[in-house]
């Protein structure tokens, strides 16, 4: 009995380190692509779980607008029971009728921070804005960047610049309604 406990405890010892993963989610980028390119919503339990098995996930979080709506409440909800860290903006709306609730700096931010702690930085965003700090992550802290996004919204330069491009595709849209 005691051997097997010594033998057990030696291999659980020399069990490699899980891979440590930090997740960023553009949640007005994902919807917005989803809902174009597919009419259907981007399934975050399923993104969850995916990107998540066999890593240890150090950081998550999730860039959002908020509007203060109760459906929008119960979103959030979920991402929280998920894992995720909310960061919310308020909801502005501009006398000429655009809106605005820009993520990109706060993103950007929250990753090179990030960057410490994670051996890989996964972004859920379409935005080419992000190409430069994919390359910064990768070529100046030496980190792995997978992001994820709909092929046909994607820019070119962000793809290029993550170590994986992994396409959003129907195992990762709820089902349509």
């Known amino acids: 009995m005691?051997?097997?406990?010594?033998i057990l405890?030696?291999?659980?010892l020399d069990k490699p380190p899980l891979e440590k993963v930090a997740l960023f989610v553009d949640v007005q980028n994902v919807y917005y692509t989803c809902r174009q390119s597919f009419g259907q919503q981007?399934?975050?339990?399923a993104f969850w779980a995916r990107v998540t098995a066999g890593r240890q996930v150090v950081a998550a979080y999730a860039y959002a607008i908020d509007r203060g709506d109760e459906k929008q409440r119960q979103f959030q909800y979920r991402l929280q029971t998920l894992g995720f860290t909310l960061r919310l903006k308020p909801f502005i709306q501009r006398t000429d009728g655009t809106a605005k609730g820009d993520w990109d700096v706060g993103i950007t931010i929250d990753m090179l921070e990030s960057a410490a702690q994670a051996d890989?930085?996964?972004?859920?965003?379409?935005d080419g804005d992000f190409a430069i700090l994919a390359e910064r992550l990768r070529h100046h802290y030496?980190?792995?960047?997978?992001v994820y996004g709909v092929p046909a919204l994607t820019?070119?330069?962000l793809m290029d610049a993550a170590?994986?491009?992994?396409?959003v595709d129907a195992s990762l849209l709820l089902p349509a309604r």
Do not use: M, P, Q, R
Request: charged fraction near 25%; charge should be negative.
């Open 142 to 146: 030496g980190k792995c960047v997978e």
């Open 163 to 167: 170590d994986s491009f992994i396409a």
């Open 120 to 126: 890989t930085l996964v972004l859920v965003s379409g």
């Open 2 to 6: 005691v051997l097997e406990a010594v």
């Open 42 to 45: 981007f399934d975050y339990t």
């Open 155 to 157: 820019a070119k330069a």
């Open 9 to 12: 405890e030696e291999v659980v």
